[in-house]
């Protein structure tokens, strides 16, 4: 059936208000723990010192945010306010911008790790670099694969740490971030050189690719293809509002940083998952709310990091990585992802490369388990993570082995003969079902196997039925507001065709056959 299958609007606007009613009992329910229980041992080194003006605590729990926003803001836009600098400097060089940022960003590597981390990156460039130019697509694979585990094996990595100098905060995580996304990319240059028939790229390509600095230590990725095509494009020109839309979309990322950080004031989503013996005492609506918001928000930081950077890179003229799909929208395995810079690389080179146009169910399952085996090196292997992916490997499958049968005899023509809206609530009563597995399973990764698993019970053993059934109804609402509004963009971007106007010399009443 069609995604352009229509509902009743009053049942729309049912679902809607179900779920605005669910939202604001779950928050209030979350609002209650995080308020009395402010004296907890947990809350003491999680929750500290808000803002003056809300005379609340504040959840910290979260490192990377506070890194971005809190401990070391100054230092990321004195870093990125340099490059849109030299942004200025190279409107006027128009033929060679790129190769000044890749000046800047090399100088402010160098200046930000020391000299030998930037032999270090320079090395696994050189190397890399090098195998590519054998043109041969699976050595250059495996040879960035083998590189990139140098990083996440000893005693490779603490051999390569050591080149590193001095010791301060922001050592760790500039050190695996500029390292993990360098190897990223130029996997993406050697498989494209592979790729090139005429000749091959020249190392200077894959420099200025590598250290444009609003990308190197954070990402997000973006593939050596379109990274080529567009920083070595000759027209500089705008479209009209472009810099009134690039201005907008940091004025609202700022509004977004300002309401979380709020919000942090009032819910602590963050903290509350570690106290497991708090979270036993908890209610339903409370558990499973803060399974939900806890990917939603990862969701929103994701979105915001990435913003911040993208907003940055399209003053540059270069077109980046959309932000992630917000979890609220996902109710399929085939659109989950989190950064989708890592999802197109994956895509483009594994999935897609192996998986072909994803209907052959052995091929899909050679595609997906080498994807998620390429995820697992890339996070790091560890059982959280190794459970994630078998998982989430797992739902895809199963998503194309459901879709197979049920697009097999009696089924299909079963649901050709049903109306599209009951077709429609038919699929959002599976797709219910799906959303929740999707929560579960990514819930692994961002909070612990603990908590997940006490969600999980909660929701499917000791709050059945009644939880169960209340839980799996809002959801439901949820999926049919979603198709709602993916059917309303469906309409605007492909609209229903007008039907053919009749000849002008027939009646408007005349019936075809009964003309004479």
């Given amino acids: 059936m069609g995604i352009k299958a229509a509902l009743p609007k009053y049942e729309i606007y049912f679902y809607n208000t179900m779920l605005c009613l669910a939202m604001f009992w779950a928050s209030s329910w979350i609002f209650d723990l995080s308020s009395s229980n402010a004296n907890r041992k947990t809350f003491k080194t999680s929750v500290t010192p808000g803002w003056y003006y809300f005379g609340r605590n504040m959840d910290t729990a979260d490192c990377e945010w506070m890194m971005w926003f809190s401990t070391f803001r100054e230092h990321i836009l004195f870093a990125l306010a340099g490059h849109v600098l030299f942004a200025k400097i190279c409107s006027i060089l128009r033929d060679t911008w790129s190769l000044v940022y890749m000046v800047y960003g090399l100088l402010a590597v160098w200046t930000s790790m020391g000299w030998t981390y930037v032999t270090l990156i320079l090395s696994h460039c050189i190397l890399l670099y090098s195998i590519s130019l054998v ?28 080149f590193v100098e001095g010791d301060f905060e922001l050592r760790h995580v500039l050190f695996y971030g500029g390292c993990g996304f360098t190897i990223m990319r130029c996997m993406s240059f050697a498989l494209e050189n592979c790729e090139r028939k005429d000749g091959n790229y020249n190392i200077l390509e894959l420099l200025k690719y590598n250290f444009y600095l609003p990308f190197f230590y954070f990402g997000p990725i973006m593939t050596f293809d379109k990274f080529y095509i567009q920083a070595n494009k000759s027209d500089l020109t705008r479209k009209e509002w472009e810099m009134w839309n690039i201005s907008l979309q940091g004025l609202s990322h700022l509004g977004v940083i300002i309401v979380v950080d709020v919000l942090f004031h009032f819910l602590y989503i963050l903290t509350i998952p570690n106290d497991l013996k708090l979270l036993k005492h908890a209610s339903d609506w409370a558990l499973v709310g803060l399974a939900y918001f806890n990917l939603v928000y990862d969701w929103v930081k994701a979105a915001v990091m990435f913003g911040v950077i993208n907003t940055v890179s399209r003053l540059d003229h270069l077109d980046p990585p959309k932000p992630p799909k917000c979890i609220t929208m996902l109710y399929v395995f085939a659109e989950t992802h989190f950064d989708r810079g890592i999802n197109e690389w994956l895509c483009k080179y594994v999935y897609d490369h192996l998986g072909g146009k994803h209907e052959n169910v052995v091929e899909e399952l050679v595609a997906t388990l080498c994807t998620f085996g390429v995820t697992v090196l890339w996070l790091g292997p560890c059982q959280a993570v190794l459970i994630w992916a078998f998982f989430n490997c797992f739902g895809l499958n199963f998503e194309l082995w459901t879709a197979k049968f049920f697009s097999m005899e009696p089924f299909a023509s079963f649901e050709m003969s049903m109306p599209e809206a009951t077709s429609r609530r038919i699929r959002a009563i599976f797709n219910t079902l799906n959303f929740w597995s999707i929560v579960l399973y990514n819930i692994l990764a961002l909070n612990s196997l603990d908590f997940a698993k006490l969600v999980a019970k909660r929701l499917l053993l000791k709050g059945f039925p009644i939880t169960t059934i209340i839980v799996m109804f809002v959801t439901y609402c949820l999926i049919q507001v979603i198709k709602e509004r993916e059917r309303r963009q469906a309409l605007i971007d492909d609209p229903d065709p007008l039907p053919p106007a009749p000849p002008q010399n027939t009646p408007p009443s005349a019936t075809p056959g009964l003309i004479d």
Avoid: D, M, N
């Avoid at 699976?138 to 603490?158: H, I, M, R, Y």
């Fill in 135 to 162: 043109k041969i697509r699976w050595l250059c694979f495996v040879s960035g694969l083998c590189t990139l585990a140098t990083f996440k094996c000893e005693p490779f990595v603490s051999w390569q740490a050591g």
